[in-house]
């Protein structure tokens, strides 16, 4: 099985450009007085400001990318006890000797938690679809955070609108699962405020690296072009400029 805490293949080149850019800026610092293009973008001084800028965007990515998996993971590890607390609320509803009306209200809202699975792939919405028809169609709808939540809500309504459910446990209690069903949100919140996050760490990184005018496909190709104008072709730094690769990821 994927380790879903690896990067990605397309981050891995984004390093990877990243650690070319840095073997340029040696060719260049040990080029000297000979490397003296007149082109700005290409510069010493421009270049080892590209790569500092470039370092910056992505260790923003990186903290992004840790803050969400932190988030995240945090909101997997809680959502997957929902349905063992919806469980022992449902038995303290029953302790008490409600009235049997309220007992299947309250059980037909708890059907739709029990038994819900929590992993990686669960969405954070359910899809905007037609209704279900049958009952797996039902349950896997109810699988979002989103869906959970909701159901979540009507319980910590219909238990507030009973005077009748009173327990004596302080877990159970209605302004406890209020509050819980309270956390819930805000750590869901919290996940979908990191993924929003780390999708604008990585446009912005990609917006400078990948700028069609400032780029670093722009800045290669323009380094590359001058270091043959002043290097035979034999030369063992310019074979080396010449072997470098860039992916472009402004298409």
Known sequence: MANENKPSVSEKTHAKNNENTHI?????????ALYNPNNALITAAAMTEFENNSNGFMQAVNAAVADEQSKVGKQMTEFKLVSSRVNKIMKAAAGQGVKPEFMANLRSTANRLNGVRVNKSTPDTSPVTS????????????????GILESLDLLDEQLKANPDYDPNETEY????????????????????????????????????????????????????????????????????????RFVDYSK
């Open 24 to 32: 340029v800026n040696s060719i260049i610092a040990g080029l000297g």
């Open 131 to 146: 209704p279900p028809t049958d009952a797996k169609n039902a349950s896997v709808s109810r699988r979002s955070y989103a």
């Open 173 to 244: 209690k209605s302004v406890a699962v209020s509050a819980w069903v309270e956390d819930l949100r805000n750590t869901h919140n919290n996940a979908l405020d990191s993924k929003v996050a780390t999708r604008n760490a990585r446009n912005a990184r990609n917006a400078y690296i990948y700028s069609p005018e400032t780029g670093i496909i722009t800045r290669m190709n323009a380094v590359k072009a001058y270091a043959e104008s002043i290097l035979d072709k034999t030369d063992p730094r310019f074979k080396q400029l010449k072997k470098l």
